[in-house]
Structure formats: C-alpha cells, structure tokens
C-alpha cells in the first residue's frame, strides 16, 4: 500500500505538470483519445486478463515446489504476449486514421487538426503496449512469489516518463515530448522488475510459444472469459470518448481528470488490497482450504469497506477545492476545472462498488473461475454503455454538464456488478459471514457521515480561505474526525492495526 500511495502521489503531480502545460481541448483531448488505443491492446492481451489467468497457473506450480514447469509457463506466455502485442500494434499503427475517424473520435472530423494530431500521437505510442504487456508478465511473476513492492514501484514508473517528457521534451517537441513520455515511462516499467526477476530461484528462459504445453493453454483458456469481459470494458471506454469527442472542447480530458482523481484512492485502498489478497486467495485454493478463504474474503471486504465508505465521502465533499488546488493553473482554465469537478462527483458515487468489484473479482480469478466475473461484467458493461446514451441525454436536458452522466452511468454499473458477484460468491463459499461485513459497514457509514458533517461546516467556514488551505485542511480534519470516530466505536480493526505499528516500532 506504501508503493500504491507514493505511486498516486507522483500520478498527482504528472496530472498538476500535464494539465498546466497543455490546452485541455486543443492537446489534451487527441493525446487522451490515441492513448486509449495502446492502453487497450495491452489490456486485452495482457494487463487484467493475463494477471487473472497467469497468476493461479503459476501459483500452482509454486505450490508444488515445481520451478521448471512454472518458468516453462512463463516463458511460453512471455513469448506469446510479446509476438501478439507486436503484430496488434503493427496493424492499428497502419490504420490509425481509420480508427481515430470511424472509432474512437469521430466527433473531431469536424476539426481536422486535432483528428491529424490523435493519429500521429496514436503511432509515436503504440510500442508501449509491447513493453507493458512483458512488465504485467513480469509483475505476475513477482507477485505469485509474494513479492509486492517493486512491483507496485513499478507502476509509478509511467508517471516518472511523463513528468521527464513534460519537462524535457515538451519544451522542444511539444506534445509529442507527452506521447514519447509514455514509451520511456513503459520501458522503465519493465527494467525496474528485472532485477527482482533474476533474484528468483530456478529462474528459466526458454525460446518458445508453448503450444503443446497444457499449462500455458490452461492459461489461454482462463484468459479467454476474462479477454471478452475487458474487451467489453474497452468498448465502453471507447463509446465514452466517442460521445465525448462530441461535447464541448475539454470534454475528453475533463471526464479522465475525473475518473483518475477517483482511481486515486481506489488504487490505494482496492487494488493495493487486491494485489497482496489475490495469491493468498489462490494458495488457500490450491490447498482446497475454503474456510480460509471464506475468513480472508470477509476480513479482506470489511476492511475495503472501512476505507473506501469515508474516501468516497470525503472526495465528494471536497471534490472542488482538490480539483482547484491540483489543476487549476496554467493553461488549464477555470471552465475544464469545473467540469473535472463535476465527473469527479459523478464517479466517487461507484468508488465503493469499484473496491468490492477489485477483490471479488481476484477471488473468482483464485478459483480458477474467469467465466463468472466476465459473464457478470460484460452484462454490466453492456448497460453501462445504455446509460452512458441515456443519462448523457437526461443531463443535457436538465441543463447540466452531460459529462456527468457518463460518468454516473460507470458508478451505477459498477455497483450492479459489485452486487452480483457477492452474491453468487457467497452462495459459492456457503456465505461469506455476512452478518460481520454489515456491522463494519453500519460503523464505517455512521463514522463517514459524521465525517462528512464536519467537513460541511469546514466547509462553511473556510469559504474565503485559500484553495490549499481548504483541501488539504478539509483532508485532515476529515481523517481525524473518522479517526476518533472508529476508536470511539472501538473497532476491532484499528486495534489490530495499532498492535501491529506497535510490534513493528519495537523491532
């Protein structure tokens, strides 16, 4: 969690340097929209669905103490993900044109220039999905042998390209600096896991496909449920930026702004989470323990809970003077901070449905069950795609930003989806102690509710202070507040955590 939060803290700054040194309509908006491109071949080759697929696979083999097979798994899928990522990223850096003007932004048609600029920035950027696709091989790696912290390093590591890109090239090469700031934040991706890597032991590498390996087709097979699910997320995404790319200028970048801010704390307190449940999950698996499992689900959503209930309090409330504070300076005008503000509203509202879906969804990919979540999210995502038209339609006609509705349409989709699979997982462990999931939620919804009344008087009161003093005086007291609220109400959590900070301290 360390690695995920300092991640975040220099993902802030690349957005603070990104937005201030680029026109949110003219630059920003092609740049976001050929960025989705790369980000999506690599997602469905690899990312989400190889992790999902790969990590119970090898797990197994490491459980079994049998290194030869597992790096003969890794090997074969490596290969396999840098052959199909380079031929994907060959064809669409050959169409470009056609995919920006009939798939992704055909609302820039009207403006050939930035619709020229999404095309060139698309091709300078496609050679880092190659380089994610082998960094999401080697972070799988890592993480099945229960290392968590390069990894997570790791993953700021685009941001540190960008911010070299931001101030070093920029100013030469303008916002092609911005795209080629994602190929080095790619290739530093990948070299920071490698030495990590080699201090594995029975480490191998051999020059092979592995078809005829029934471990690396198992791996296909699983990854074959969970490639459909994030190709209908991908699809989703895209219609967003298609919509998008017929609002407004600043619409595009606007609606990311907003769906990053919210990602921050979900990477913190969902995915951190996830990342380290996830081997667990499968080891317990593995060893047919279900009861350890059902204990380490239900301890593991109470305490996603606890956080995620008064970050998505907090974040609405404060949802203005952060955006102010973070992004409104140079070239980023008032107008793009006021609609990043309202998407920011309108996607906090799911950030509790995207942190249980985090760790339900590596608990079905623990038990070698792709098929369900996929199933679920696809239907999920299909009516996210209906509401993206549907509320879109409705905010404009009530007058209000249509930006919003995008982005509630991704909340209200989610939480159905989080839903769902508790539900059909508590059927599959014979329960997941519900009753003690819902006391940690009664506590944390009473705790972040109070919460929120004493940031709407700070709120009242600091009305003509500074941006800085707003947010970051609203973020401190925020957390005091649900603090004291929860040693208040004596959860058992914050004993245990002050019993481990104390056993740490004294080592």
Request: aromatic share 10%; hydrophobic share 55%; glycine share 10%.
């Amino acid at each position: 969690m360390f690695a995920f939060v300092l991640g975040q803290i220099i993902g802030l700054v690349r957005l603070v340097l990104v937005t201030g040194a680029f026109d949110a309509g003219t630059m920003l908006d092609p740049y976001n929209a050929a960025n989705r491109v790369p980000e999506t071949l690599f997602l469905l080759i690899a990312g989400g669905a190889l992790s999902s697929a790969f990590i119970p696979t090898f797990t197994g083999f490491l459980v079994k103490e049998d290194q030869k097979s597992a790096w003969k798994l890794a090997s074969g899928v490596g290969n396999l993900v840098a052959l199909t990522l380079g031929v994907a990223a060959i064809i669409a850096g050959i169409f470009a044109p056609q995919i920006v003007r009939y798939f992704l932004a055909s609302g820039f048609a009207g403006d050939p220039a930035r619709e020229q600029l999404t095309v060139h920035l698309l091709r300078i950027m496609l050679p880092s999905a190659v380089l994610f696709g082998l960094s999401g091989l080697l972070m799988s790696i890592l993480n099945a042998n229960q290392v968590f912290l390069i990894p997570a390093l790791a993953t700021s590591m685009l941001s540190v390209g960008i911010i070299i890109g931001v101030l070093f090239l920029a100013p030469v090469m303008g916002v092609d600096g911005l795209a080629w700031g994602v190929v080095l934040g790619a290739s530093l991706y990948l070299l920071i896991q490698i030495p990590s890597i080699l201090k594995l032991k029975g480490r191998s590498y051999q020059f092979t496909l592995g078809v005829d390996n029934p471990a690396v087709r198992e791996v296909l097979k699983l990854m074959g449920p969970r490639f459909i699910g994030i190709a209908v997320v991908q699809i989703n995404l895209w219609v967003n930026i298609w919509l998008a790319s017929w609002m407004v200028k600043g619409s595009m970048t606007s609606l990311g702004l907003g769906f990053s801010l919210m990602f921050t704390p979900l990477t913190i307190i969902a995915q951190s989470i996830a990342t380290a449940a996830m081997p667990t999950f499968s080891a317990q698996f593995a060893r047919n323990k279900l009861d350890e499992m059902r204990s380490s689900l239900a301890a593991t959503l109470r305490g996603v809970i606890f956080l995620a209930l008064p970050a998505t309090i907090g974040l609405i409330m404060l949802r203005q003077p952060i955006v102010s504070m973070l992004l409104e300076h140079g070239a980023f005008k008032h107008e793009y901070a006021e609609m990043t503000a309202w998407a920011l509203l309108w996607f906090t509202v799911g950030l509790l449905g995207h942190s249980l879906l985090e760790i339900l969804s590596r608990a079905f990919y623990a038990m070698h069950d792709t098929k369900t979540p996929v199933t679920i999210g696809a239907i999920a995502m299909g009516l996210n795609i209906i509401f993206s038209f549907l509320f879109a339609a409705i905010f404009k006609s009530m007058g209000w930003m249509p930006i919003g509705g995008l982005a509630l349409a991704n909340s209200l989709a989610t939480a159905l989806e989080a839903a769902t699979l508790f539900i059909i997982m508590r059927k599959r462990l014979n329960g997941i102690q519900g009753s003690f999931i819902g006391r940690g939620f009664m506590i944390a919804a009473i705790t972040s509710f109070g919460m929120g009344f004493v940031l709407f008087l700070w709120l009242r009161l600091s009305g003509e202070f500074n941006v800085w003093l707003v947010g970051l005086g609203g973020i401190v007291l925020g957390g005091l507040a649900y603090g004291l609220g929860l040693i208040i109400l004596r959860v058992p959590e914050v004993a245990n955590l002050m019993g481990y900070l104390q056993r740490r301290l004294a080592k």
